[in-house]
């Protein structure tokens, strides 16, 4: 199974909401990440998880605040988002030291900041 | 500082074409190197993977080349089909402060003519 699952797939909020992005793998992968993806544009990295800590932030705002419970779970918890904040927000996960290995993404959850 | 390069940034063939997509960078002290497809609004599929020590990488009708000497690799589609039309990313994963680091490049949107 090479599945990354995101839940949901579409998420529509206002700009004083609060809401949760999530992510799950059971590939045993022990570095998780979160990308930003704007239009025709490649992915941002945002955050990795390695063994549940957090490794990398890529001096992403504080509105946006992950959270690792296990090693398959991942969240982005959104709090008073920008409506530039709209994008497709991604997450993956690879196996191995952090960056190294072969990186699984899932479907990602299409955001929209009203 | 480590440049990905996608050229053509779109290709639009007739299908049953052969065609090779182009990713050039920078800097060759490459970790691995590797190709993804994403449809409109979806997440990114990983195709191959080349470790820096490998020349090529097969799947199917794909075949990814690495020359880390000239900085680029090659993606080839054998028999194109109207369902490859997607965006094409090429991703460089290199040593960077101690860690290491993916940098995607802009990618390349192919579309197969039926």
């Known amino acids: 199974d090479t599945e990354v699952t995101q839940t949901p797939k579409h998420l529509v909020m206002g700009m004083t909401n609060k809401k949760s992005l999530k992510c799950e793998q059971h590939?045993?992968?022990?570095?998780m990440y979160w990308y930003k993806q704007k239009a025709k544009k490649p992915p941002e990295l945002m955050f990795v998880y390695s063994y549940e800590k957090l490794s990398i932030n890529e001096s992403v705002p504080s509105r946006f605040s992950p959270e690792c419970p296990n090693s398959s779970l991942l969240n982005l918890h959104l709090h008073a988002l920008q409506p530039e904040d709209s994008a497709l927000y991604l997450c993956?996960?690879?196996?191995?030291?952090?960056?190294?290995?072969?990186?699984?993404f899932g479907e990602g959850s299409r955001l929209t900041v009203l | 500082k480590q440049e990905v390069t996608q050229i053509p940034a779109a290709l639009s063939v007739p299908e049953g074409e052969n065609l090779v997509l182009n990713c050039s960078f920078t800097?060759?002290?490459?970790?691995?190197l590797q190709w993804f497809r994403q449809d409109p609004g979806k997440g990114l599929t990983s195709l191959l993977l080349i470790q820096s020590s490998q020349r090529e990488q097969t799947s199917g009708r794909l075949n990814a080349s690495l020359d880390k000497s000239s900085g680029r690799s090659t993606l080839y589609i054998a028999a194109s089909q109207p369902g490859d039309s997607a965006t094409y990313l090429c991703a460089v994963i290199h040593g960077f402060d101690g860690g290491f680091k993916t940098i995607f490049g802009a990618g390349t949107r192919l579309f197969v003519k039926a």
């Open positions: 800097d060759s002290a490459i970790y691995n």
């Open positions: 993956a996960s690879s196996r191995g030291t952090v960056n190294t290995g072969e990186l699984f």
């Open positions: 590939m045993g992968h022990r570095a």
